[in-house]
């Protein structure tokens, strides 16, 4: 939607007060909208914290679609800074339940029954709240199951929808108009969140989600809830209603067997990311579940990633570098997984990667913090411009997130040894015969059909050379900006120029004494300096405006 539409939207100037109430006048006045000085006055701006903790204050008063925003860039320690990241991480989105008559109409619009059709018994009061659903308890009168109803809330998806909008408009006029920040690369972010964020609101994905891991998991004692596909829709997700209570509300003081969970859980994360390539992207406490015979149940399968064979190869390369402490082995394996912005200077990686793992590896074992260390190693590079592909940052971030829950649990959990272990055993797995004579396999059948399409291909840039067909094209990029200012100022100086010829033919005029009169002086004439006065005062004050003279 272009920007001049969307700023026209009541939503949109909510966002413009809550920057400007939260002190960030400097990112409004580079939107350079219309009207701004009048919302400045009327709005009172809040300074006395952090900058961190003000972004993280505007993202909870614009609601769901900034709350999941942030809680996606909490996910991307690869470009936002540990301190931004921590504060994200502490964004909330309980908010106050829905009506149940409103609720209700949800229900019997996805199921297109009646609520007594489907349920015997429907809990009017809620499990659960969140920013884009919530949890009731029922019982299936066909199948006479207890099940969790998550419900999406009503209108939720239409306002995403315009708060996204919103948020591409912004951050395309932020990409143009800021240097510092065209490094984050604002809208392809947008776009990562708007694709992630849709996708969190098909409950039918979800329960796919819940399929897949559930195939993965048949040999893990750690639980995830059947979700039953024939009565979810894109609005609803009905599925197994499980016993317990989270990890999050409890005294973990008070668990019986708190090594035992933290060690389910911390594997049950290592296997999802290295084995299956399938993971949940954000296993905290208040998404995991103590059963009441001590089990681990995974909830909320909305935000998942996924790893190709490739992806989980190199992965496998970097932890192995890291358990081993090889600096050259760590810098190889991040440069095959990133995407660079420039050359690298990697012996200067190589050594701050070392600086890195002999920092960490001073402390004793025990206390060795992976995930720390990973985000640091992520930092890093943000620092050399390096980008990692979104999988495998989110992998990061749920490795870091699944390291700490188990240390909630069990702090004294020997973390780096447990990791170890499952590392070497997997990197050593793929020593064995049958897995090089696979690889080895794969590697001729791609070169057999390299070597029989590559004449063909040869043979066409011939036959286009031949005949004239052949052409180079060029792309320019990043010169949006320029195109801009070129404009501007072309318009500027037309503009300059009719001004100036209105004014020399009024002159010409007036020295005429050509009737009608008007002050005494012929009115032609008079009506073209007016004109040319009222121009040459707006193309001033456009200027002024601006602040580019």
């Known amino acids: 939607m272009e920007f001049r ?24 006045q580079r939107l350079d909208l219309p009207g701004m000085d009048l919302v400045r006055k009327w709005t009172h701006s809040d300074t006395h914290v952090g900058t961190y903790e003000r972004i993280r204050h505007v993202l909870e008063d614009l609601g769901p679609t900034f709350v999941k925003f942030g809680q996606i860039m909490s996910l991307r320690p690869d470009l936002l800074p540990p301190p931004l990241i921590e504060e994200l991480s502490r964004l909330q989105d309980d908010v106050a339940t829905e009506e149940f008559s409103a609720i209700q109409q949800v229900v019997e619009r996805e199921l297109g029954r009646p609520l007594k059709e489907v349920f015997t018994i429907f809990d009017v009061t809620p499990l659960a709240g969140a920013s884009l659903s919530q949890v009731h308890r029922g ?27 919103i948020l591409a408009a912004i951050a395309h006029r932020l990409h143009e108009r800021s240097e510092e920040l065209r490094f984050y690369d604002l809208p392809n972010l947008v776009r990562v969140t708007r694709r992630n964020l849709l996708r969190e609101l098909d409950f039918k994905r979800e329960a796919r989600n819940m399929k897949i891991a559930r195939s993965y ?18 609005g609803l997700l009905i599925m197994e209603y499980v016993q317990g209570t989270k990890l999050k509300d409890m005294d973990h003081s008070q668990l019986s067997e708190p090594q035992a969970l933290a060690k389910q859980g911390l594997h049950t994360a290592i296997k999802q990311i290295l084995e299956d390539g399938f993971f949940h992207a954000d296993p905290h406490p208040g998404n995991m579940l103590i059963m009441d015979d ?14 190709t064979e490739r992806n989980q190869r190199d992965l496998l390369d970097l932890l192995t570098a890291v358990v081993d402490r090889d600096s050259h082995g760590l810098a190889h394996a991040l440069l095959q997984m990133s995407q660079g912005t420039r050359t690298i200077d990697l012996q200067a990686l190589e050594r701050d990667l070392l600086e890195a793992l002999d920092t960490y590896y001073a402390v004793p074992l025990k206390d060795l913090n992976i995930g720390q260390l990973l985000l640091l190693i992520t930092g890093l590079l943000r620092e050399y411009q390096l980008k990692l592909p979104s999988d495998l940052v989110i ?32 990197a050593f797995k793929r020593l064995e015969p049958r897995a090089l004579w696979l690889r080895f396999r794969n590697t001729l059948s791609y070169l057999f059909f390299l070597q029989r399409d590559i004449p063909e291909r040869l043979s066409q840039i011939v036959n286009k050379m031949e005949s ?51 002050f005494g002086f012929p009115a032609l004439g008079v009506v073209g300096y007016i004109i040319s006065g009222l121009l040459g005062l707006w193309l001033i004050f456009n200027i002024i405006r601006a602040r580019r003279y």
Not at 8 to 28: C, E, N, P, T, W
């Open 5 to 28: 539409a969307i700023a026209r939207l009541g939503r949109f100037k909510d966002v413009i007060a809550s920057l400007l109430r939260h002190g960030f006048d400097d990112l409004v």
């Open 139 to 165: 019982v299936l009168r066909k199948e006479g199951w207890i099940v969790s109803v998550k419900i999406q809330r009503p209108g939720i998806r239409k306002k995403i929808r315009t708060d996204l909008d």
């Open 217 to 234: 998991a048949f040999d893990n004692p750690i639980h995830i809830p059947e979700p039953y596909e024939d009565y979810c829709t894109e």
């Open 294 to 307: 001590n089990r681990l149940c995974l909830l909320d399968w909305g935000m998942v990633g996924r790893l």
């Open 395 to 426: 992998m990061i971030k749920s490795l870091v997130t699944a390291e700490g829950t188990a240390r909630l649990i069990y702090p004294e959990l020997d973390v780096f040894t447990e990791a170890r272990g499952y590392v070497r055993r997997l």
């Open 468 to 518: 004239g067909e052949l052409s180079i094209r060029f792309v320019h990029e990043n010169l949006k900006g320029l195109r801009m200012t070129i404009e501007n100022a072309s318009s500027r100086m037309a503009f300059s120029i009719i001004i100036a010829a209105l004014i020399i033919g009024s002159s010409m005029i007036i020295t005429t004494g050509i009737g009608p009169l008007l």
